[in-house]
C-alpha cells in the first residue's frame, strides 16, 4: 500500500487547489456566475469539492468503534451502508491531486465497510443493521472493482490480493443469488456490468457469461412503443389496464442505462450499445432546459430531486460516454452536472434546489453516490467528445405543441416558452398508494426566465425507503402537484390519485389543449360517502400564457372540496398576494398566477412556503374554494 512518504509532498498545493473551487458553489447556487461549459473542467472542480467534504466528515475518533473510518451523513445522523462506494472516487483524488489524505481516507473507509456491512456470504449490506438489504453489494462491487482496474498502481500486494479476494466473493454472491427477478430491473442490469468486470479482471468466465446474459435479458424490457426501461416495480409481464408498465426515469437515466453502456463499451457488445442509446434518446426527451430530469411521474420518484433521484449515480456515464452517437448526448450530460454545481454548497449535494433556502440538511448518500459518475468519466480511457456547439437543441428546448408516450400515459407540451408534463400514468409502485401523480394532473410547468413554476410530487410523502430517504417533520406539509381535493376526517380524496382518468388532446395554431376527466377518489380508488365527484379540468398552452379551467360536480361536501395550486417559489423570493392575483418576483422575471375566483392562501409552518422533498423545491400554496374557477398563468 502507498503510504503518506510515497506520495510527492503536494498536499499543500492540492488542498489550495480543492479550496480554490469552494466558494464558486455558492456563487453558482446564486446564479451570480456560470458553471464551466466544458464538462470535464466541471466534473473535476465538482469532484474535487465533493472529495474534500467527504473526507472531512469522516469519523476519525477510535472511541467511536461502531463509527469509527465511516463517514457521518448530517441529515440522517449515521454512517450510511453504501459510504464505501466512495473508495473508487478517492482513489481518483488520490493519484490526481498526490494528496495522501485520500488514500489514508479510502483505507480507513474500507476497512469501516469491512467491520460494519460485509457479510459472510460475500455481500455488503445495505445499511449496518441486521436483516438489510443485500442487493447494493452490485454497486460496491463496481466500485471496488474500479479501483482495482484503475488504481491498482497505489495498492501494496497484500491489500490487492485482499480485495482481489474479496471481489470474487462478492461475484460469487451475485452470481448464486441475482436473477432477471431479483429486485428491481436496475438490479440485474447493473449486474451484467458488475461480473463482466469482475469476471474479466480476475479471469472468472462465469462471471462473464453471466454479465452478458444480464445484459441481454434487459433488452427485453424495453417498451415496445417508446423504448422506456421498464421493471421499476411490477409485475414485469403484466401491464396495468392503461396498457402501461413499471417505468422510472430516475432509476433509468442515472442507473441501469448507464450500466449497460458501461457494460457495452467494456464488452464490445454492440447489439446492446445499439438499443441502449435507442432507449437513452427516449428519456432524453424528459430532460428540462436547466438540466433537470423531469420525474414527475416515475414509478419511484418518491427519490426524485429534480436533478435525478437520491441514491444512484447520475446520468453522466451513459450520456457522456455515447456522445459520439448523438451530439445532444454531451449537452445532457453538460446540463445535468451543471444543475448538480448549482444545488451544492459547501462542497455537499443538496437533494433540490430549494434545500439551502429552506434550511434543510443534505443527505451525504446524493454526493458519494454522484461523485462516482463524474469518477467514471474522467477515468474513461476511450475519446473525450468534444463540447458542442450552442445550436444543438434538447428536445425539450425545441417548440413541437405536444407529443405523448402511450407507454407511460404522459402528454408533453412545448408551446412558446412554456414546457410542460400532463400525467395519467396508471402503474403504482409495487403494493404502495399515493406515490406519483395521475388522474390527468399537471406534474410540471417550466418556462426559461423562472424555471420550475408548478411541479408534480407524491400525493403523500411517505418513506417507502426510509433509510434513503429524509423525514418530513412539517406538520403543515402538502403535495406540490396542483389538483382538486376534499378531506374528510384522515381521508384524502383527489383527483390526481384517480387511475382511471381519461385525457384527451387538442392542437390549434394558438394552443395546445388538454381536457382530463377524473374523480375524487382515495388510495384504495373509492369515493367518498355520498357517490362520485366527477372532476373536468382543461388546460390551454399558448405562447404567452397558460390557463387552466376548474370545475368538479357539487355534492354534499360543497364548501369542502377545494383547489389546490402551489407555486414554486423559493422563500427568498418576494410575492405579493391579493383577492384574485398572485405576483412572484424571481431574479429576471414575475410570475402572475390571477383567477376569475377568490384565492387564498394556505397556512404555512415557516418562511411563508410549503416544502417538499420531492423534488426538493418550496411552494406557495394557494387554494380556491369553488366549484368552477380558471387561473392563468402568465411570465411577465
Known amino acids: 500500500m502507498s503510504s503518506r512518504r510515497d506520495f510527492i509532498k503536494t498536499t499543500a498545493l492540492g488542498t489550495a487547489g480543492i479550496l480554490s473551487a469552494a466558494p464558486f458553489a455558492d456563487s453558482f447556487a446564486l446564479g451570480i456566475i456560470q458553471p464551466p461549459a466544458d464538462l470535464y473542467i466541471l466534473s473535476e472542480s465538482l469532484l474535487k469539492q465533493w472529495g474534500k467534504a467527504l473526507i472531512d466528515l469522516q469519523i476519525t475518533n477510535k472511541a ?3 463509527n469509527y473510518g465511516g463517514i457521518y451523513c448530517p441529515a440522517n445522523k449515521t454512517v450510511h451502508g453504501r459510504i464505501g462506494d466512495a473508495i473508487y472516487p478517492f482513489f481518483y483524488l488520490a493519484d490526481k491531486t498526490k494528496d495522501s489524505r485520500y488514500i489514508d481516507s479510502a483505507m480507513l473507509l474500507y476497512r469501516w465497510m469491512d467491520s460494519r456491512v460485509s457479510q459472510p456470504d460475500g455481500s455488503w449490506l445495505n445499511e449496518p443493521v441486521k436483516g438489510s438489504w443485500k442487493g447494493t453489494t452490485v454497486f460496491s462491487s463496481i466500485a471496488l472493482a474500479e479501483t482495482l482496474k484503475n488504481y491498482g498502481h497505489l495498492l501494496d500486494s497484500k491489500f490487492k490480493n485482499e480485495l482481489s479476494q474479496r471481489l470474487i466473493k462478492a461475484g460469487e454472491y451475485i452470481y448464486s443469488n441475482f436473477s432477471v427477478d431479483y429486485g428491481n430491473i436496475n438490479y440485474p442490469v447493473t449486474a451484467s456490468y458488475a461480473l463482466s468486470l469482475i469476471g474479466t479482471l480476475l479471469n472468472v468466465p462465469k462471471f462473464v457469461t453471466k454479465g452478458r446474459e444480464f445484459a441481454h435479458a434487459a433488452l ?7 423504448t422506456f426501461l421498464q421493471g421499476e416495480g411490477g409485475p414485469y409481464d403484466k401491464p396495468s389496464p392503461k396498457g402501461c408498465f413499471s417505468v422510472d426515469l430516475g432509476y433509468n437515466v442515472e442507473e441501469s442505462l448507464p450500466s449497460l453502456v458501461l457494460y457495452g463499451l467494456y464488452t464490445k457488445d454492440n447489439e446492446v450499445l445499439d438499443m441502449v442509446t435507442r432507449s437513452m434518446r427516449t428519456h432524453m426527451e ?14 419511484r420518484n418518491f427519490k426524485w430531486t429534480y436533478w435525478g433521484s437520491r441514491t444512484t449515480d447520475g446520468c453522466q456515464a451513459a450520456y457522456t460516454l455515447l456522445a459520439d452517437r448523438d451530439p445532444r448526448f454531451y449537452k445532457v450530460a453538460l446540463k445535468n452536472t451543471q444543475l448538480l454545481q448549482s444545488c451544492t454548497k459547501n462542497g455537499l449535494l443538496y437533494g433540490g434546489p430549494h434545500y439551502i433556502s429552506h434550511g434543510i440538511t443534505p443527505c451525504v448518500h446524493h454526493t458519494f453516490s454522484h461523485i462516482k459518475a463524474l469518477t467514471t468519466i474522467l477515468d474513461y480511457k476511450g475519446k473525450r467528445p468534444k463540447p458542442v456547439s450552442t445550436t444543438v437543441l434538447l428536445p425539450r428546448e425545441r417548440v413541437y405543441g405536444s407529443k405523448f408516450s402511450a407507454d407511460i400515459q404522459t402528454h408533453l407540451i412545448a ?35 423562472t424555471g420550475p413554476i408548478l411541479s408534480g410530487s407524491m400525493n403523500r410523502y411517505q418513506l417507502f425507503e426510509a433509510d434513503n430517504m429524509q423525514p418530513d417533520t412539517d406538520p403543515l406539509s402538502i403535495p406540490l402537484t396542483p389538483r382538486i381535493e376534499l378531506k374528510l376526517d384522515d381521508e384524502m380524496y383527489m383527483n390526481i390519485c384517480d387511475l382511471t382518468a381519461q385525457m384527451v388532446t387538442e392542437s390549434t395554431n394558438n394552443e395546445v389543449i388538454i381536457k382530463t376527466r377524473s374523480k375524487l377518489v382515495d388510495k384504495d380508488q373509492k369515493s367518498p360517502d355520498g357517490g362520485d365527484i366527477n372532476c373536468r379540468i382543461i388546460y390551454r398552452f399558448a405562447d404567452n400564457k397558460v390557463s387552466i379551467q376548474y370545475s ?21 423570493e418576494k410575492y405579493t398576494l391579493t383577492d384574485k392575483l398572485l405576483q412572484v418576483q424571481r431574479a429576471k422575471s414575475t410570475i402572475r398566477v390571477s383567477s376569475d375566483r377568490k384565492i387564498e392562501l394556505l397556512p404555512t409552518t415557516t418562511k411563508r412556503r410549503i416544502f417538499n422533498f420531492v423534488p426538493g423545491l418550496e411552494a406557495i400554496p394557494l387554494c380556491i374554494t369553488n366549484n368552477n374557477a380558471t387561473v392563468v398563468i402568465e411570465v411577465v
Open 64 to 66: 467511536d468503534t461502531l
Open 220 to 226: 427485453r424490457f424495453m417498451t415496445a412503443k417508446d
Open 286 to 299: 424528459f430532460m428540462l432546459p436547466d438540466g433537470a430530469w423531469d420525474n414527475s411521474w416515475g414509478t
Open 415 to 449: 408551446k412558446g416558452h412554456f414546457k410542460a408534463t400532463v400525467t395519467g400514468y396508471d402503474r403504482e409502485y409495487k403494493q404502495t398508494k399515493m406515490g406519483h401523480a395521475t388522474g390527468g394532473a399537471l406534474t410540471m410547468l417550466w418556462h426559461p426566465k
Open 552 to 572: 368538479f360536480d357539487k355534492s354534499e361536501h360543497d364548501g369542502q372540496v377545494k383547489i389546490i395550486f402551489p407555486v414554486v417559489s423559493a422563500s427568498t
